[in-house]
């Protein structure tokens, strides 16, 4: 998002988010969510168990490969390029209505791949999401000097964050349902 925002600029060098809020996403924002990946379970352990054969594709290591990870790095390329380009369109007259709009649409965005992901919800995850959620949400309100209160509180900022954060999440969720339906997985035949 940073290289769109500063090519956009003429390549200044002009930092699009302060270090509070750089280190608030890499902490309380989305790190509760993140971490409570590790519940998620693809079969559950009686089927794991019953068929052992399902350990030879993690033995393989198709799961963690130079295409999986380039696939990551595309879609945050994607996610990235949707959101700042989204928030640089819609912006009115001043800069921190772009870092309110896209750094909104950037913690929903997270908030919601992680929530996609998920195969078998605990009540663990649920709470990581609404925690992290709440915390920014209150966060918006008591960080006065990143974000316009009076603007965050418009119709406006809210359809701005839902069309910025739907299109950088719906198609890449559809894409991954079609793939589901047309090559499960071996464990989800199981299922």
């Known amino acids: 998002m940073q ?15 302060q270090g509070l809020l750089m280190v608030g996403y890499a902490t309380v924002y989305t790190m509760f ?9 693809d079969v559950q352990p009686k089927i794991a168990l019953t ?26 390329i994607y996610q990235g390029g949707i ?10 007259d001043e800069f921190i209505h772009i870092v309110s709009i896209s750094f909104t649409s950037l913690i929903l965005t997270e908030l919601l791949m992680v929530a996609l992901t998920i195969r078998t919800w605990h009540w663990l995850m649920i709470a990581a999401e609404m925690l992290s959620l709440s915390i920014y949400v209150a966060s918006l309100f008591a960080l006065n000097e ?10 406006a900022f809210l ?3 839902t069309v910025i954060t739907l299109v950088s999440c ?6 991954k349902y079609l793939h589901r339906k047309v090559a499960p997985s ?3 035949k199981l299922t």
């Open 83 to 92: 959101i700042m380009y989204g928030a640089l369109l819609l912006f009115e």
């Open 146 to 155: 990143f974000f316009d209160t009076q603007f965050i509180r418009t119709p």
């Open 33 to 41: 969510p993140v971490f409570s990946l590790v519940l998620d379970q």
């Open 170 to 175: 719906l198609p890449l969720y559809i894409l």
């Open 3 to 17: 290289a769109v925002f500063s090519s956009v600029f003429y390549f200044a060098s002009v930092a699009l988010y």
């Open 51 to 76: 068929y052992p054969e399902l350990y030879k594709e993690l033995a393989k290591g198709r799961s963690l490969s130079f295409k999986t990870f380039f696939m990551w790095v595309l879609i945050s």
């Open 186 to 188: 071996i464990y989800s």
């Open 159 to 161: 359809w701005k964050v």
